[in-house]
Every structure is written in structure tokens, then in C-alpha cells.
């Protein structure tokens, strides 16, 4: 029971993107199109969860053991970027369209706050390495989740007529806006 209610926190009422504010550049960046952002989505969903146990085996055995846990940042971002390094390969060889399609937000990844964040917040909550991939699946598909709706209304929006001045960015943050509060409607559910 403990495990599901980190999920459903983690998607619904402390979404990383639409509660937290984390993940903001790749969540405006790459949702113009629903494939280039249901690809995203999976490339964070891996990133995110092999950073969190990566992170957590190395804060937990190697950075308390030896008492430098003032290295931790430095620490997680290597990590992180050497699994973007590690996906951007895979995707180049695997799916050239999507890693065409991602562009230049894929190494952005690297930088992505959002795993960055889940992974010290996996720590700072005292999580074991069970309840921190739980707690980084939940974010990971949170941020996904959030990701496809606005790509999908953002293509909605491209196919009706607004006004010129709302056209592109203007009526994309009006929606993020929107989406955020219809987030807030899950505050109190666990």
C-alpha cells in the first residue's frame, strides 16, 4: 500500500513538473508533438529510475561510508550524465527519426533538474533503494504524463483559431497555467 501511495503522490498530487516546477525547459521544449514527447517520456522514465539507484547505491555505500557527502552533487550530475550519454547512443542507433526528433533537449537531459531533483529528494526522504525507484518510476511518469497532455493539446491548439497575439508561446503557458491547476484538484487525495 505504501508503494502505490508514493506513485499516485509522486503523479498526481506532487507532480514534478506541474507541482515542483522542476523539468520546465524540456517540458516546453519538446511537447510540440505528441511522438517527440511520448519519446521524451520514455528517455526520462529510464534516466530518471537507473539514476535513482545508481545515486542511492553510491550515496548509501560510498559517499556516507568515506563521509564526503558534500561531493553528492557533483557525484549525481556525473552520474546523470553518463546515463544521457549512455541513452542518446542507443536512441542514435536504435530510433534515428526520434533522436532527429529530440534534438538538442535530448543531452539537455543531462541538465534535466527534474532527475537531479528526484534523485537528492530520494535521499533527503530517507528512501531505501525499493521506495526510491518506486518514487522515481512515480516521478518519471508523472513528468510523462504531463508531458503528452500538453503535447496533445498544444497539437489540438495548432488545428483552431487563435488570436494572432496568443498564437505559439503566449497560449502554450496560458495552458501549462491551466494544467497546473487542474493538477492542484488532487492536493488532498492521499
Same mark, same amino acid.
Given at each position: ?5 508514493? #506513485?499516485? *503522490?509522486?503523479?498526481?498530487?506532487? /507532480?514534478?513538473?506541474?507541482?515542483? &516546477? ?8 519538446? *511537447? /510540440? +508533438? $505528441? ?10 522514465? &529510464? %534516466? @530518471?529510475? %537507473?539514476?535513482? !539507484? ?16 558534500? $561531493? ?9 550524465? *553518463? ?5 542518446? !547512443?542507443?536512441? +542514435? +542507433? ?10 538538442? &533537449? $535530448?543531452?539537455?537531459?543531462?541538465? /534535466?533538474?527534474?532527475?537531479?531533483? %528526484? ?5 533527503? +526522504? /530517507?528512501?531505501?533503494? $525499493? ?5 522515481? #518510476? ?5 513528468? *510523462? ?8 493539446? =498544444?497539437?489540438?491548439?495548432?488545428? @483552431?483559431? %487563435?488570436?494572432?497575439?496568443? =498564437? ?14 487542474? &493538477? ?7
Amino acid at each position: 500500500m505504501e508503494y502505490i501511495i508514493i #506513485i499516485i *503522490s509522486a503523479i498526481f498530487i506532487n /507532480n514534478i513538473v506541474l507541482a515542483q &516546477f522542476l523539468g520546465i525547459c524540456p517540458f516546453v521544449g519538446v *511537447s /510540440n +508533438k $505528441l511522438s517527440t514527447a511520448a519519446g521524451m517520456g520514455g528517455a526520462v522514465l &529510464f %534516466v @530518471m529510475t %537507473v539514476a535513482t !539507484i545508481v545515486t542511492w547505491l553510491i550515496q548509501t555505500y560510498l559517499l556516507q561510508a568515506l563521509g564526503i557527502q558534500f $561531493l553528492q552533487t557533483i557525484v549525481f550530475i556525473l552520474v546523470i550524465a *553518463s546515463l544521457v550519454q549512455m541513452v542518446e !547512443i542507443i536512441l +542514435k +542507433k536504435v530510433s534515428p527519426s526520434l533522436y532527429s526528433a529530440l534534438g538538442v &533537449f $535530448l543531452p539537455l537531459i543531462t541538465t /534535466n533538474c527534474a532527475i537531479l531533483g %528526484v534523485a537528492i529528494l530520494t535521499i533527503q +526522504k /530517507n528512501f531505501n533503494l $525499493l521506495e526510491g525507484v518506486t518514487f522515481a #518510476i512515480g516521478n518519471a511518469a508523472g513528468f *510523462s504524463l504531463a508531458l503528452v497532455v500538453f503535447a496533445g493539446i =498544444r497539437e489540438h491548439l495548432d488545428l @483552431m483559431e %487563435v488570436p494572432e497575439g496568443m =498564437r505559439g508561446v503566449p497560449i502554450a503557458l496560458v495552458v501549462a497555467g491551466i494544467l497546473a491547476l487542474a &493538477f492542484m484538484g488532487f492536493t488532498g487525495l492521499v
